[in-house]
């Protein structure tokens, strides 16, 4: 795009960002909010529906008591204080994606309130203060259709699926959070795998960002230096990636410092991001009073016992900063090494790699080494890779057991990632475990040594090294399935 950017050491040497952090996080509760309608996804479109979610005249909403109790446990995960009474508020806007003309939502009454979550960057803990966490129903979903990109823009038609409408959301609003500096990009990130982690460990939510179970929208905005006034703030939509939001915000900062470096001021608006990396303008701000929010009528307010809160409060998982420092002594990791791991966003996977058997050392190895490399290359998440932590588990053990070894198992995550089955498929579809029959092995060494008269007669005379010729023609011979130690005692034995 063409946005006059500011270098990032200029900005930050001249402005103080200030992030706002929106995640949504879909629940995964059997029926949806108000409805008993399912929520499974993937179905055919509006095949889910009734009169409620439809938004039918007369209909009457009845709330979910287990995503009230969701909203619960992830406000006391959050460190929230938990409403005594609370109730639902009208967000009054008219598009297609809402029959009703409102969404059922929270305003000044959230059922979870003042909280935080501690983040850690580069060894640094910064606090995200939480402003509230609130009930809310999803919207339908829009197709837009005979366009080139699926944008409303271009578009001949829009198809709309009700099927979302009305699945439980909850909303997770940070206070404005100060004093990131430089690492304003970063803290963001590992605010929302913090939190993500955390929804994950609650099992209220699949959290999966490239599946919306788990968006962010991303505010920021600059103030010079030393002063107190908050500036305008943009708010980035379509951050589906924990690497975009970093991304994301980056070019904001440069944009906006641009704008004020030369005097200009900034739109308050949202924007859109492109994976290209730039953001593009979207509509201009809505403010509160457009929404002409009211307390929902056809709801009776919400008052959870302070028993079923304190109940609750005992069922919360450990606190992943805990669970981090647990598992780094579990593990015997040094601090660089498990900073790798979280830099990589690989906790979760490799603990689960871990649970299923296989070594730290190894589940470590795999995640951060090839599969990191066909993550990135693929210009995906680690855990959008079309490899499970069971998978990965199994691929090791075939490693531990001498079936293949680590040349062949680059092999079959390849054919793991290109659909091809397990790993033990993959090695025998593919046939790549190492042959264990001697008499092979031992034919391969001896035409080996035939060919390459030169190696032999220097490794009679002394001279070791020459044995890599040797080793690496029987491993061409074998088509890479032997045992490399192996083969080298072979070529020693017969050589003597
Ligand atoms: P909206 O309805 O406009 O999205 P919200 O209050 O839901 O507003 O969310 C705005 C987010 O941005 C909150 O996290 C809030 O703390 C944060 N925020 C508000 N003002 C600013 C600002 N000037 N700069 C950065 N972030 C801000
Ligand atoms: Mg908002
Ligand atoms: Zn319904």
């Known amino acids: 795009m063409s946005d006059d950017l500011l270098p990032l050491a200029e900005v930050y040497a001249r402005y103080e960002p200030v992030l706002g952090l929106e995640v949504h996080v879909e629940l995964n509760t059997a029926s949806k909010m108000f409805c008993s309608c ?13 009169p409620v979610c439809l938004g039918l005249p007369g209909s009457l909403p009845v709330v979910n008591a287990k995503a009230v109790e969701s909203a619960i446990r992830i406000g006391l995960a959050l460190n929230c204080e938990i409403a005594s009474w609370c ?17 059922t939502s929270q305003y000044d009454e959230p059922i979870c309130f003042n909280g935080y979550l501690d983040v850690e960057v580069e060894g640094e803990v910064f606090r995200v203060p939480v402003e509230r966490a609130h009930m809310e129903e999803d919207a339908g979903k829009l197709l837009h259709l005979g366009g080139a990109t699926g944008r409303i823009q271009g578009a001949d038609y829009s198809l709309v699926d009700y099927n979302r409408a009305g699945v439980p959301l909850i909303e997770i609003v940070t206070k404005p959070v ?14 929302v795998s913090a939190l993500r982690d955390i929804v994950r460990a609650l099992g209220v939510s699949d959290v999966r960002m490239e599946q919306g ?10 103030m010079p230096i030393g002063a107190t006034e908050l500036g305008l703030r943009t708010e980035t939509k379509n951050v589906n990636s924990l690497r975009s939001i970093e991304r994301a915000l980056s070019y904001e900062i440069q944009r906006q410092g641009a704008i004020l470096a030369d005097g200009g001021k900034v739109k308050q608006e949202t924007r859109h991001w492109h994976e290209e990396g730039y953001t593009s303008p979207g509509r201009s701000k809505e403010t509160a009073e457009d929404y002409r929010y009211f307390p929902e009528p056809d ?13 609750l409060r005992a069922t919360l998982p450990e606190a992943p900063a805990a669970r981090r420092r647990r ?15 979280i830099g990589a966003d690989a ?13 730290p050392a190894a589940a470590k190895k795999w995640w951060l080494g090839e599969l990191a490399r066909r993550a990135n290359d693929a210009g995906l998440e680690l855990d959008a890779l079309a490899i499970t932590p069971a998978q990965v588990a199994e691929l090791q053990s075939l490693v531990a057991a001498g079936t293949i070894n680590d040349t062949l198992a680059r092999q079959v995550i390849e054919g793991v990632l290109s659909g091809e089955g397990s790993p033990g498929e993959v090695v025998a579809t593919r046939s790549l475990a190492i042959v264990s029959d001697d008499g092979a092995l031992l034919e391969a060494v001896q035409a080996a040594i035939a060919a390459n008269p030169d190696a032999a007669a220097s490794i009679k005379a002394g001279r070791q ?5 040797l080793i690496g023609a029987v491993m061409r011979t074998m088509q890479g399935k032997a045992d490399a130690s192996k083969v080298r005692s072979l070529i020693m034995e017969s050589l003597s």
């Open 178 to 191: 100060f004093g990131t500096g430089p690492k304003a990009p970063q803290v963001a990130r590992a605010y």
């Open 347 to 359: 906790l979760d996977l490799i603990a689960d790699t871990v649970a299923l058997g296989c070594t």
């Open 213 to 222: 179970s788990l968006r962010c929208d991303a505010n920021v905005s600059l």
């Open 87 to 103: 109730r639902f508020a009208r967000k009054n806007y008219f598009y297609p994606d809402m029959t009703k003309d409102w969404q």
């Open 38 to 50: 399912a929520t499974e996804f993937g179905a055919e479109p509006n095949s889910q529906t009734c």
């Open 299 to 311: 709801i009776p307010p919400i008052a959870p016992s302070r028993e079923w809160v304190e109940e």
């Open 327 to 341: 598992l780094q002594s579990e593990w015997g990791f040094t601090d660089a090494e498990f900073r790798d791991i």
């Open 465 to 469: 090294q020459a044995i890599g010729a």
